[in-house]
T-cell receptor, first 112, second 114 residues
Framework: DVKVTQSSRYLVKRTGEKVFLECVQDMDHENMFWYRQDPGLGLRLIYFSYDVKMKEKGDIPEGYSVSREKKERFSLILESASTNQTSMYLC???????????FGEGSWLTVV | GDSVTQMEGPVTLSEEAFLTINCTYTATGYPSLFWYVQYPGEGLQLLLKATKADDKGSNKGFEATYRKETTSFHLEKGSVQVSDSAVYFCALRNSGGSNYKLTFGKGTLLTVNP
């Protein structure tokens, strides 16, 4: 089975802190994604990466950056966390079967 | 741009009731359509998909038919179970432009009572 692993399920950070959310996939997928999920807004794409060191902005990139130094790992970075970034963050990856995107279990981030 | 509209929840049903969750979309070209399910405390899982008009996706008793004429992809199940309680997301992936990403609806919370 494809496995997408997000390293932290629950985090509490202070305003202004730098936050790293890590995601690892074990199926050699080229494409990886970061979404945030908020009640009443569904899932919104923050950034995606279609290969190592390649990235593109999604619909809501402001306040975020990403890093893809290795194919299996895609990191989401909040340079200076703010309370409006309190959310559930979902990582996903996609490979050879082009229609199927696999999701991790999510990371709940609270910024206080 | 692309968009997905699905019926607002929450939806509350009794076990063995019939389920319909409506989904309509706006997209250029010929999108692929998906239903994802999110069980409590978990990430999203692909439930079913359809890649062209009149295709029917099915899985675990759920079905949805890709209707190009009405731009719809409604999710149905004949007899729901308590274990079907989850959030359901309709999504599309367009064949043109940036075809790497999915566009999601806002989700519909389904609660099934015994």
């Amino acid at each position: 089975d494809v496995k997408v692993t997000q390293s932290s399920r629950y985090l509490v950070k202070r305003t202004g802190e730098k936050v790293f959310l890590e995601c690892v996939q074990d199926m050699d997928h080229e494409n990886m994604f970061w979404y945030r999920q908020d009640p009443g807004l569904g899932l919104r794409l923050i950034y995606f990466s279609y290969d190592v060191k390649m990235k593109e902005k999604g619909d809501i990139p402001e306040g975020y950056s990403v890093s893809r130094e290795k194919k299996e790992r895609f990191s989401l970075i909040l340079e200076s966390a703010s309370t409006n970034q309190t959310s559930m963050y979902l990582c996903a990856s996609r490979g050879a079967v082009k229609h199927t995107i696999y999701f991790g279990e999510g990371s709940w981030l609270t910024v206080v | 741009g692309d968009s997905v509209t699905q019926m607002e929840g929450p939806v509350t049903l009794s076990e063995e009731a019939f389920l319909t969750i409506n989904c309509t979309y706006t997209a250029t070209g010929y999108p692929s359509l998906f239903w994802y399910v999110q069980y409590p405390g978990e990430g999203l899982q692909l439930l079913l998909k359809a890649t062209k008009a009149d295709d029917k996706g099915s899985n675990k008793g759920f079905e949805a038919t890709y209707r190009k004429e009405t731009t719809s992809f409604h999710l149905e199940k004949g007899s729901v179970q308590v274990s079907d309680s989850a959030v359901y997301f309709c999504a599309l992936r367009n064949s043109g432009g940036s075809n790497y990403k999915l566009t999601f609806g806002k989700g519909t919370l389904l609660t099934v009572n015994p």
